[in-house]
Every structure is written in structure tokens, then in C-alpha cells.
């Protein structure tokens, strides 16, 4: 006899997103101390996850972070597109952000400086990070 599945259980909840109201972070002081929201808790998001080492902090998820350290040494013109890559990758990991646009790339030879817009659901975010090569 093949047993027969009677499901009464109804859906009965919608799923949300989570509000991005936190902590926020004053990196002058080097202090954590009131709250922020919406536009400004996105850029300290990205900020977060853009100087976070993958996979090097056991508090953190596997998907949590950009991966760079392998970079160093390699030739700007390489750089160039593996950093735009990984930081697709990295950013797509939090649903606030939409798209990634309009990348830009300066160097010298200590460092790649990125500068990219981040589209976002709580507005558009023009970002600038610096990668040690």
C-alpha cells in the first residue's frame, strides 16, 4: 500500500525583508554607538563587506566577504577584471543591492583604487575601494 499524503498545512505567512536599521559604525573614532537606516546602513554594508577576507574569520558565513589576498603580484591589467568580478559576487550575497554599475579603475604600483555605483532598494551608492596589488 503506497500511503497517501493529506496536507491540511496552509501557507499562512508572508515573507518580508528584514528592515536594515543596525548599529553604526564611526570609523574616525574607531566607535560603535547609535543607529542608522536606510541609504547609510547599505553603504556600511558594502563598506563591511568589502574589508571583510573571505573565508579567514570563522564568526562569519562562507558567502560573507570578498576574496583579494591572491591578487597581490598579479599585473594591473588582470586586476582590473577579477576585482570587478569578485565584487559582484560579493555584494550579490545581500538583497538590498540590485545591480552594480559604472566601474572605474586608477593605479599605481602599490594599488588598484576601484570606484563603482552600488543600485540599490534604499537609493544609489557611489563606492571607492582601494586593493593592495
Given at each position: 500500500?503506497?500511503?497517501?499524503?493529506?496536507?491540511?498545512?496552509?501557507?499562512?505567512?508572508?515573507?518580508r525583508?528584514?528592515?536594515?536599521?543596525?548599529?553604526?559604525?564611526?570609523?574616525?573614532?574607531?566607535?560603535?554607538?547609535?543607529?542608522?537606516?536606510?541609504?547609510?546602513?547599505?553603504?556600511?554594508?558594502?563598506?563591511?563587506?568589502?574589508?571583510?577576507?573571505?573565508?579567514?574569520?570563522?564568526?562569519?558565513?562562507?558567502?560573507?566577504?570578498?576574496?583579494?589576498?591572491?591578487?597581490?603580484?598579479?599585473?594591473?591589467?588582470?586586476?582590473?577584471?577579477?576585482?570587478?568580478?569578485?565584487?559582484?559576487?560579493?555584494?550579490?550575497?545581500?538583497?538590498?543591492?540590485?545591480?552594480?554599475?559604472?566601474f572605474?579603475?586608477?593605479?599605481?604600483?602599490?594599488?588598484?583604487?576601484?570606484?563603482?555605483?552600488?543600485?540599490?532598494?534604499?537609493?544609489?551608492?557611489?563606492?571607492?575601494?582601494?586593493?593592495?596589488?
Open positions: 500500500m503506497i500511503p497517501t499524503l493529506n496536507d491540511d498545512l496552509q501557507p499562512d505567512f508572508e515573507i525583508q528584514q528592515p536594515g536599521y543596525t548599529y553604526k559604525m564611526n570609523l574616525e573614532e574607531m566607535r560603535i554607538g547609535g543607529f542608522i537606516d536606510g541609504v547609510e546602513a547599505v553603504k556600511q554594508a558594502i563598506y563591511k563587506i568589502l574589508n571583510t577576507q573571505k573565508f579567514q574569520y570563522l564568526i562569519y558565513d562562507w558567502d560573507y566577504g570578498i576574496e583579494l589576498t591572491d591578487l597581490f603580484g598579479e599585473a594591473a591589467v588582470l586586476v582590473y577584471s577579477e576585482i570587478e568580478n569578485r565584487i559582484r559576487e560579493a555584494l550579490q550575497e545581500d538583497d538590498r543591492i540590485k545591480d552594480l554599475g559604472d572605474s579603475f586608477e593605479s599605481d604600483k602599490r594599488q588598484v583604487l576601484v570606484k563603482f555605483t552600488a543600485y540599490t532598494t534604499e537609493g544609489n551608492v557611489d563606492i571607492e575601494k582601494a586593493v593592495m596589488v
